[in-house]
Structures are given as C-alpha cells and as structure tokens.
C-alpha cells in the first residue's frame, strides 16, 4: 500500500496497447475493475483483460476513473468531516486527519 490516496489516470491513449497505463495502475479505479471482473466471474460471465490499454479497456476505465477521482477529492475538500473516535468513550480525540493524495491524478 502506497502512502497516499492514488484514485488512479486514463494515461496517453497512444500509449502501448497491451499494457495497463501507469497512470492507472495500483489505483483506486484499477481495484474497482479488479472487483468488477471478480464479480463477473464469480456469476460465471465472462471477464475482460485488464493488462491493456485499447479502447475497450479506456471505455470501461473511463467510469471507474471519474468515480475514484470523484471519491478522493471529496474526500480532500471534506477532511473536517472525518474524525477518529474513542471506542470506550464514543467521544471525538484530538487526533487530525490528513489526506495525501497522488498529485499527478489531479
């Protein structure tokens, strides 16, 4: 695990065909899509490649990419609603959070 949020890029569209952009590996959006093709084989449907980056792969990409980005700036614009409680008390600690975040998804 990195040590900031990585809601994950389309990279160059022009790139290598059939490889995953690096823009999108290890992202946020990457594990959406490992999730979804789990998911479909799990219901016995068929999967996709996800070492590529041609169209059909970009197409797909596209939606779990505007959903991460989405996530992780809310996320970093709403900070001041996030808190670290006390199990025993259910009290709010003086603890701050900080969200870091992959400046190159932005």
Avoid: C
Avoid at 64 to 92: E, K, R
């Amino acid at each position: 695990m990195g040590s900031a949020l990585k809601p994950g890029g389309m990279g160059d569209k022009n790139a290598d065909q059939n490889a995953m952009p690096s823009d999108f590996a290890g992202s946020m959006a990457a594990a959406m899509e490992a999730a979804l093709n789990d998911l479909l084989s799990a219901d016995g449907m068929k999967t996709f490649a996800v070492d590529t980056n041609a169209q059909e792969a970009r197409d797909r990409r596209r939606l779990f990419v505007a959903i991460a980005q989405g996530i992780v700036h809310h996320l970093d614009q709403n900070v001041a609603a996030l808190g670290i409680f006390d199990n025993s008390t259910n009290t709010q600690t003086n603890e701050n959070i900080q969200i870091q975040t992959d400046p190159a998804n932005f």
